[in-house]
């Protein structure tokens, strides 16, 4: 059974510092994984998407990594700005067809 | 891109009654939709795989008959929580995809809150 964990729970960081987020994945038999933003109360934004053969997939500031033979994932946010604060997703997509989720990283960007 | 619509994005019912949640594709064709539930604080889980023209496949531990799952057209999946009761206030949220090598777009989900 696949389970997917993220790594802080929660990260609190001044405005302008680069920052890594965690997600890792139990079984590497994946077909992608995703990284989604949600704010407070709202739906979820899809920021970048990796397919399961590549490694990593850049936009704007944000760059995220794949390395399925450890199941990791990494989003790397540089320089971030208030306007960043929200929770972070991972999401993968197993062979049965299924997008399971991550717990998420609620992020804070202190001005 | 591709867009998923839901609506409401918030409703309130009394216990006992029913409420149904609509999502629709806008733009594209989704043969399978997907359906969410959200606790606050906590992630989302899978609650059911919406087909058009058969019938939803559940997850373990949801009760078929309480959510309602139809998928009458390419383009519309409905969930109607039958008999609400205050422990199925939560946040729901649909989520298709255009087609298998893309990634899943989701709705902006309904905010249900039963008194």
């Known amino acids: 059974k696949q389970e997917v964990t993220q790594i802080p729970a929660a990260l609190s960081v001044p405005e302008g510092e680069n920052l890594v987020l965690n997600c890792s994945f139990t079984?590497?038999?994946?077909?992608?994984l995703q990284w989604f933003r949600q704010d407070p109360g709202k739906g979820l934004t899809s920021l970048l998407l990796?397919?399961?053969?590549?490694r990593e997939q850049t936009s704007g500031r944000l760059n995220a990594s794949l390395d399925k033979s450890s199941g990791r994932s990494t989003l790397y946010i540089a320089a971030s700005q208030p306007g960043d604060s929200a929770t972070y997703l991972c999401?993968?997509?197993?062979?049965?067809?299924?997008?399971?989720f991550g717990p998420g990283t609620s992020l804070s960007v202190i001005p | 891109g591709a867009v998923v619509s839901q609506h409401p994005s918030w409703v309130i019912c009394k216990s006992g009654t029913s409420v149904k949640i609509e999502c629709r594709s806008l733009?594209?064709?989704?043969?399978?939709m997907f359906w969410y539930r959200q606790f606050p604080k906590q992630s989302l889980m899978l609650m059911a795989t919406?087909?058009?023209?058969?019938?939803?496949?559940?997850e373990q531990g949801v009760e078929k008959d309480k959510f309602l799952i139809n998928h009458a057209s390419l383009t519309l999946s409905t969930l109607t929580v039958t008999s609400a009761h205050p422990e199925d206030s939560s946040f729901y949220i649909c989520?298709?995809?255009?087609?298998?090598?893309?990634?899943?777009?989701f709705g902006s989900g309904t905010r249900l809150t039963v008194v």
């Open positions: 989520s298709a995809t255009e087609d298998s090598h893309r990634g899943y777009t």
């Open positions: 990796i397919q399961s053969s590549q």
């Open positions: 999401a993968v997509k197993t062979s049965y067809d299924k997008v399971i």
């Open positions: 079984d590497s038999a994946i077909y992608n």
């Open positions: 919406s087909n058009e023209g058969s019938k939803a496949t559940y």
């Open positions: 733009d594209f064709q989704a043969t399978t």
